[in-house]
């Protein structure tokens, strides 16, 4: 029971290149979304997709751009990495939005941006 | 604006102590409020959900307490055990159908020492 798997698990970036974050669950659930949690923060949503072939933006957009790549597949993407985006970065999975069944987390991608 | 917020923000206690952690919350209007629990390195994990209704709610050793007049939430741990320690993260879902729905407090950093 894998649940939801993300790659890489850790990543360092120089300024200004580009990479895709993987997020796959295997738990046939409509809703996928990736945060980011900084130290003393609360985790934050980026984006997230309600539905296979929808998109919407959450608190902290700037900087990223999410696929929806089918039910199962999620990516984030960093155009043009900057150092405010060192951060460890979760994508999650929810079966009706989270309200009642919560979320499912991957273990994370620690992000290092020099 | 929704906000949610933990204390303390770290605590040390003995291993076989009981502890207390706080969540208060702005969040309107409310859904439900969970507790997750966040090991090092992984992604955090449901440990209980309150609704509006319920005033307690136990699973093994925590115990989850929701006072809906004054927005605030305990978890209490009995007879902690060193893989108590964790971050706990409250979560604050408020009512409605769009996917950003779920307010993260900044967590409470616990470590169980022998």
């Known amino acids: 029971n894998a649940g939801v798997t993300q790659t890489p698990k850790f990543q360092v970036l120089k300024t200004g290149q580009s990479m895709t974050l993987q997020c796959a669950q295997d738990?046939?659930?409509?809703?996928m979304y990736w945060y980011r949690q900084d130290p003393g923060m609360g985790l934050r949503l980026i984006y997230y997709?309600?539905?296979?072939?929808?998109?919407d933006k959450g608190e902290v957009p700037n900087g990223y751009n999410v696929s929806r790549l089918n039910k199962r597949e999620f990516s984030l993407r960093l155009e043009s990495a900057a150092p405010s985006q060192t951060s460890v970065y979760f994508c999650?999975?929810?079966?009706?939005?989270?309200?009642?069944?919560?979320?499912?987390f991957g273990s994370g991608t620690r992000l290092t941006v020099v | 604006k929704n906000q949610v917020e933990q204390s303390p923000q770290s605590l040390i206690i003995l291993e076989g102590k009981n502890c207390t952690l706080q969540?208060?919350?702005?969040?309107?209007?409310?859904?439900?409020l969970r507790w997750y629990k966040q090991d090092t390195g992984r992604g955090p994990v449901s440990l209980t959900i309150?609704?509006?209704?319920?005033n307690t709610k136990s699973n093994g050793r925590y115990t989850a307490t929701l006072d809906a007049d004054t927005k605030q939430s305990s978890l209490h741990i009995t007879a902690s055990q060193l893989s108590d320690s964790a971050s706990y993260i409250c979560?604050?879902?408020?009512?409605?159908?769009?996917?950003?729905?779920?307010?993260f407090g900044g967590g409470t950093r616990l470590m169980v020492k022998p």
């Open positions: 997709s309600a539905s296979e072939g929808t998109t």
């Open positions: 969540c208060n919350y702005t969040v309107s209007p409310f859904s439900n």
């Open positions: 979560v604050v879902s408020a009512a409605g159908n769009a996917g950003n729905m779920l307010t």
């Open positions: 738990m046939n659930h409509n809703s």
């Open positions: 999650a999975s929810s079966e009706d939005g989270a309200r009642v069944y919560g979320y499912t």
């Open positions: 309150m609704t509006f209704s319920e």
